[in-house]
């Protein structure tokens, strides 16, 4: 990335901080720049790639969808790069908009909505050849994950999309809040009834 | 008993943090980085705004365009016969033209090429008024319509705040007639609730007002309308 060497900056543009106010200046700089030169383009993608990627594996737990759905997220980001506004959202809430939309057409044409427990059984294979981690552990993970999403069916689509926002990819409520466009209270308030929904499937599952 | 701290901590405990196919993030790179040269390279400006001409005649037929120097993808189709479409030099989106029932013919191309050149540089050289301003949220994403020019043959600016144009509800609500009849009552002064604010769109003060509605198969929306202040 050599259109993206600043030697010169008090800090490391690609493994800031998301919100580190710093890189923040520095990405808005970039985003203006690509606007005019979309090759500047390319520290965004450096920058988000990796947790776009891991939103969609998180949620599809696939990874050739996975991959096809990030494509099409920075091909459109791209395309579209002039339609940002810098309206008090940030670039990764905008990203991240694109890309649940992106994931709800790409469930719904697909109707995949009824096949979320189904993948996540030929997940094994996948987490133990990316992990560095002991297979054992990663299994007892696997089991764990997959006793949860068996209660989170009992979620929306756009539901089980805020959870893996705010614990799969540790978003905070603020960011989330920013990227449905709506009170960081209303997504508080909307995040606390999912947990709660799901609260009450996994203790009524267990006859509590 | 399981509580909201120790289902929270489940879920961060369980999420996949996989290795991205590296080979797969280079050569997405390579691809995105030849389309953005290809952007570059194709046109002499880049323009942060598309452009909608309406120009009223009758409908959708791609002409053979490369003939004409000239691109043109048909953007959106909506059910009443109308159509938008986008020019292109290259595979750059600039400016559009919206037609309703309308064939483009390769004849007319060139007008509507010179048209839509005058138009934006008026827009650019800021020669066009802005006359009108309305907006829609749905769904918690907001749309605002800026009209330049005249009705006829005006210059839209669309903000889009939150891709509201990928959202399918929004496009059937905007083509329902109780979006219709919305949009009558407003401009006759006929709904009830308002409340006002001053919104800066597009380098411009507009005052909008705005009405919460509930519908009772779309749910909230909050119908817009400006006057631009200036």
């Given at each position: 990335?050599?259109?993206d060497?600043?030697?010169?900056?008090p800090?490391?543009?690609?493994?800031?901080?998301v919100?580190?106010p710093?890189?923040?200046?520095?990405e808005?700089?970039r985003?203006?720049?690509?606007?005019?030169?979309?090759?500047?383009?390319?520290?965004?993608?450096?920058?988000?790639?990796?947790?776009?990627?891991?939103?969609?594996?998180n949620r599809?737990?696939?990874?050739v969808?996975?991959?096809?759905?990030?494509?099409?997220?920075?091909?459109?980001?791209?395309?579209r790069?002039?339609q940002?506004?810098?309206l008090?959202?940030?670039?990764?809430?905008?990203?991240?908009?694109i890309?649940v939309n992106?994931?709800?057409?790409h469930?719904?044409?697909?109707q995949?909505?009824?096949?979320?427990?189904?993948?996540?059984?030929?997940?094994?294979?996948?987490?133990?050849a990316d992990?560095?981690?002991d297979?054992?552990l990663?299994?007892?993970?696997?089991?764990?994950?997959?006793?949860?999403e068996?209660?989170?069916?009992?979620?929306?689509?756009?539901?089980?999309?805020?959870?893996?926002?705010?614990?799969?990819?540790?978003l905070p409520?603020?960011?989330?809040?920013?990227?449905?466009?709506?009170p960081?209270?209303?997504?508080?308030?909307?995040?606390?009834?999912a947990?709660?929904?799901?609260?009450?499937?996994?203790?009524g599952?267990?006859?509590? | 008993?399981?509580?909201?701290?120790?289902?929270?901590?489940?879920?961060?405990?369980?999420?996949?943090?996989?290795?991205?196919?590296?080979e797969?993030?280079?050569?997405l790179q390579?691809?995105?980085?030849?389309?953005?040269?290809?952007r570059h390279?194709?046109?002499?400006?880049?323009?942060?705004a598309?452009?909608?001409?309406?120009?009223?005649?009758?409908?959708?037929?791609?002409?053979?365009?490369?003939?004409?120097?000239?691109?043109?993808?048909?953007?959106?189709?909506?059910?009443?016969g109308?159509?938008?479409?986008s020019t292109?030099?290259?595979?750059?989106?600039?400016?559009?033209?919206?037609?309703?029932?309308?064939?483009?013919?390769?004849?007319?191309?060139?007008s509507?090429?010179?048209?839509?050149?005058?138009?934006?540089?008026a827009?650019?050289?800021g020669?066009?008024?802005?006359?009108?301003?309305?907006?829609?949220?749905?769904?918690?994403m907001?749309?605002?319509?800026?009209?330049?020019?005249e009705?006829?043959?005006?210059?839209?600016f669309?903000?889009?705040?939150?891709?509201?144009?990928?959202n399918?509800?929004?496009?059937?609500?905007?083509?329902?007639?109780?979006?219709?009849?919305?949009?009558?009552?407003?401009?006759?002064?006929?709904?009830?609730?308002?409340?006002?604010?001053?919104?800066?769109?597009?380098?411009?003060?507009?005052?909008?007002?705005?009405?919460?509605?509930?519908?009772?198969?779309?749910?909230?929306?909050?119908?817009h309308l400006?006057?631009?202040?200036?």
């Amino acid at each position: 990335m050599a259109r993206d060497g600043h030697p010169g900056l008090p800090f490391d543009p690609k493994t800031a901080a998301v919100d580190d106010p710093d890189r923040l200046d520095y990405e808005l700089g970039r985003i203006k720049g690509a606007k005019i030169d979309p090759e500047l383009f390319d520290y965004l993608y450096e920058y988000y790639y990796d947790r776009i990627f891991r939103f969609f594996f998180n949620r599809l737990k696939n990874r050739v969808d996975a991959q096809d759905l990030t494509a099409d997220v920075f091909h459109l980001a791209l395309s579209r790069l002039w339609q940002f506004r810098w309206l008090n959202k940030p670039f990764q809430a905008w990203l991240y908009r694109i890309a649940v939309n992106r994931l709800n057409r790409h469930l719904k044409l697909a109707q995949r909505q009824r096949s979320w427990l189904a993948p996540i059984d030929s997940m094994g294979e996948e987490v133990f050849a990316d992990s560095e981690q002991d297979p054992a552990l990663e299994l007892e993970k696997i089991r764990q994950r997959q006793r949860i999403e068996r209660h989170l069916a009992v979620l929306s689509n756009e539901e089980r999309n805020w959870i893996a926002l705010r614990y799969y990819e540790d978003l905070p409520v603020k960011e989330i809040a920013a990227i449905y466009g709506v009170p960081e209270g209303t997504m508080k308030a909307r995040l606390h009834r999912a947990l709660g929904k799901v609260r009450r499937a996994m203790t009524g599952d267990r006859g509590e | 008993m399981l509580d909201h701290d120790d289902l929270e901590l489940q879920l961060q405990e369980t999420s996949f943090a996989p290795r991205p196919d590296l080979e797969h993030k280079a050569a997405l790179q390579t691809e995105l980085r030849a389309r953005a040269r290809d952007r570059h390279t194709s046109r002499p400006l880049i323009l942060t705004a598309i452009a909608m001409v309406t120009l009223g005649a009758t409908f959708i037929d791609q002409p053979d365009l490369e003939s004409t120097g000239m691109w043109l993808d048909v953007t959106s189709i909506i059910d009443d016969g109308s159509a938008t479409f986008s020019t292109r030099e290259g595979a750059a989106p600039s400016f559009s033209i919206g037609r309703s029932n309308s064939s483009v013919e390769p004849a007319e191309l060139d007008s509507l090429k010179l048209r839509l050149e005058q138009k934006r540089l008026a827009y650019m050289e800021g020669r066009l008024a802005l006359n009108d301003a309305f907006g829609l949220t749905f769904e918690g994403m907001t749309a605002y319509h800026l009209t330049y020019g005249e009705d006829r043959d005006g210059f839209y600016f669309p903000v889009d705040i939150g891709l509201i144009e990928d959202n399918e509800r929004y496009h059937r609500f905007i083509r329902s007639p109780r979006y219709s009849e919305i949009c009558g009552l407003a401009y006759e002064g006929k709904l009830a609730g308002a409340t006002t604010d001053t919104l800066m769109l597009d380098g411009h003060a507009v005052a909008m007002t705005s009405w919460r509605l509930t519908d009772p198969e779309f749910g909230t929306i909050v119908h817009h309308l400006g006057t631009p202040l200036n």
